[in-house]
């Protein structure tokens, strides 16, 4: 049972190029979400979804676009990245989008745009 | 809106003495609370959660938290720690209803020998 496997673990970026994170679970889970870490400021929700074909805004959602065709894979795609967006991005699902679902993390992705 | 603060962003403590992390949040709804683990280069553990009922909760690895309404706090505790619970630590909350947990900022605890 693989969890939540996010691709790449590394990625380095110039600015104004585009690319894509990857994001995806094998637990059939319903709600996924997208966080950034950054120094001194924890985790900060982009955009979740709490179902395929379902997706929605979080604290930080400019700049970065997702959708959700099928319940396993939730990516997170950077349009035209910006030195700002350096940061280390964490997917996260859990069963239902529920208080009393626990949220699973991946091992995260630690981009860096030049 | 619900916000979440924690007082202490880096805490060094020694190898079997007690720990307290501070967590306070503000809400104008119930809400629910976590504590949630970072060891290096990997991704959150769920380490405990308040729901309902005790206020005090206890998670994993010898870890417990008290919920304290009336002072809006949620302070992780540990009698003794060890190296291996060197790490950061992130309190959460989720209003009831909603669909996000927002994070603090964290804590990072580091066990010296």
């Known amino acids: 049972n693989a969890g939540v496997t996010q691709t790449p673990k590394f990625q380095v970026l110039k600015t104004g190029q585009s690319m894509t994170l990857q994001c995806a679970q094998d637990?059939?889970?319903?709600?996924m979400s997208w966080y950034r870490q950054d120094p001194g400021m924890g985790l900060r929700l982009i955009h979740y979804?709490?179902?395929?074909?379902?997706?929605d805004q979080g604290e930080v959602p400019n700049g970065y676009n997702v959708s959700r065709s099928t319940t396993e894979d939730f990516p997170l795609r950077l349009l035209s990245a910006a030195p700002s967006q350096t940061s280390v991005y964490f997917c996260?699902?859990?069963?239902?989008?529920?208080?009393?679902?626990?949220?699973?993390f991946g091992n995260g992705t630690r981009l860096t745009v030049t | 809106a619900q916000s979440v603060t924690q007082l202490d962003s880096q805490v060094p403590v020694f190898e079997e003495a007690p720990v307290e992390l501070r967590c306070n949040y503000s809400?104008?709804?119930?809400?629910?609370l976590f504590w949630y683990v970072q060891y290096p280069n990997q991704g959150l553990q769920l380490l405990l959660k308040?729901?309902?009922?005790?206020?005090l909760v206890k998670g994993i690895n010898g870890f417990e938290a008290e919920f304290n309404k009336s002072q809006t706090s949620f302070h992780l505790r540990k009698p003794s720690v060890h190296i291996s619970d060197t790490a950061e630590y992130f309190c959460?909350?989720?209003?009831?209803?909603?669909?996000?947990?927002?994070f603090g900022t964290g804590t990072r605890l580091t066990v010296i020998p």
């Open positions: 979804s709490v179902g395929a074909g379902i997706t």
């Open positions: 637990m059939n889970h319903e709600y």
């Open positions: 809400s104008s709804v119930s809400v629910y």
């Open positions: 308040y729901l309902s009922g005790s206020t």
């Open positions: 959460a909350v989720i209003q009831t209803g909603a669909n996000n947990l927002f």
């Open positions: 996260a699902s859990s069963p239902r989008a529920t208080y009393n679902s626990p949220l699973h």
